[in-house]
């Protein structure tokens, strides 16, 4: 489940709003490039905003503690 900041940004897979209820009609192409920016959007708030973010990547290392 997605949990949006106030800009409207997914903090777990990084999807803006209007490509998170946009998903089920996207394409092959537009799903693609979504995630393309979607993960570059979670590096950039991971840059700025550390403490906020819980990725799968942070989560399996944290599990694995």
């Given at each position: 489940?997605?949990?949006?900041?106030?800009?409207?940004?997914?903090?777990?897979?990084?999807?803006?709003?209007?490509?998170?209820t946009?998903?089920?009609?996207?394409?092959?192409?537009?799903?693609?490039?979504?995630?393309?920016?979607?993960?570059?959007?979670?590096?950039?708030?991971?840059?700025?905003?550390?403490?906020?973010?819980?990725?799968?990547?942070r989560?399996?290392?944290?599990?694995?503690?």
């Amino acid at each position: 489940m997605c949990t949006l900041n106030q800009h409207d940004v997914c903090l777990g897979c990084g999807r803006l709003i209007n490509e998170i209820t946009g998903w089920s009609s996207g394409t092959t192409a537009e799903k693609a490039l979504i995630l393309k920016c979607s993960k570059k959007r979670i590096q950039l708030l991971n840059e700025q905003l550390p403490e906020l973010i819980i990725t799968r990547e942070r989560l399996q290392k944290e599990a694995k503690k």
